[in-house]
């Protein structure tokens, strides 16, 4: 199945400093790239898969649920681990889930998260029905663009389907049980205006956590994918600040992003 355009995964070989970028639910690479090329403009090493059954059609992601998912993002950080002395997760959405997720497994093989409007739970009359609909109904109505910036689209699909969407419920209540194990310093940026997550999941993330260095940043211009919105230029330039504050030899070796590998060249 072809990928949609803009929905290649985007990979750069940088210095000795690695960033991993975990994309939500339904969405696809597009959403993080720009993140990612200003990022590898810096001189950082940079992986934005793209996850199983996500960047062609909803009904290929029926099949899917998040192990899979987060087996995609597990073997990235793997691969970013043999190459670089330091390596840092960044997420949004479910991404956040994801990225929450390993480094509760990792420990000190991640140095730092980073979290855009990380998703806790499934919200809505749907969630707790989820377990007996999902069998009858194949689908619901999309989550993206939720972008306050005008003529901005964010590439995904306009359907949800409901399989996955009762996998992801499930993997957000694993996920939540294991935040006492995240330890490491955070960042966490989220919208007070978000149509798909609200904030009650960002507050429930920072008191579970056992984090010490936690900043958390309210991004009062933008909605729910906040990385390509209006406060997205804040979201680079306090996720690169954040990378060297915890490691300052990030950018200071490397070549300069004149090449991805596995992506086109232009960024959504």
Request: hydrophobic share 40%; charged share 20%; aromatic share 6%.
């Amino acid at each position: 199945m072809p990928v949609l355009p803009g929905a290649e995964p985007y990979r750069h070989e940088g210095g000795e400093v690695g960033v991993l970028l975990c994309h939500g639910f339904t969405g696809c690479p597009q959403s993080l790239r720009p993140w990612a090329e200003y990022l590898a403009e810096r001189g950082l090493t940079v992986s934005l898969p793209l996850l199983p059954g996500h960047g062609t059609r909803w009904q290929d992601m029926q099949v899917t649920g998040w192990q899979d998912w987060y087996a995609e993002v597990d073997r990235e950080l793997r691969s970013l681990r043999e190459r670089c002395s330091r390596v840092f997760v960044f997420g949004l959405s479910m991404g956040g889930a994801l990225t929450l997720r390993l480094a509760a497994k990792h420990g000190d093989a991640v140095q730092g998260v980073v979290v855009v409007n990380p998703a806790n739970k499934v919200h809505g009359a749907m969630a707790s029905l989820l377990p007996v609909v999902r069998h009858l109904v194949p689908s619901t109505k999309g989550l993206t663009s939720d972008i306050a910036k005008p003529g901005v689209e964010e590439v995904g699909y306009d359907r949800v389907p409901l399989h996955a969407a009762y996998s992801v419920r499930q993997f957000f209540r694993l996920v939540d049980g294991e935040l006492p194990q995240v330890t490491q310093p955070m960042l966490l940026l989220h919208s007070p205006q978000d149509h798909v997550v609200p904030p009650a999941d960002s507050a429930r993330i920072l008191s579970r956590v056992s984090s010490t260095d936690v900043t958390e940043i309210l991004l009062e211009q933008s909605y729910h994918v906040a990385t390509l919105d209006h406060d997205a230029e804040r979201i680079f330039e306090e996720s690169y600040a954040f990378i060297g504050r915890l490691a300052p030899e990030a950018g200071t070796t490397g070549s300069p992003a004149t090449k991805s590998l596995g992506g086109s060249t232009t960024g959504g």
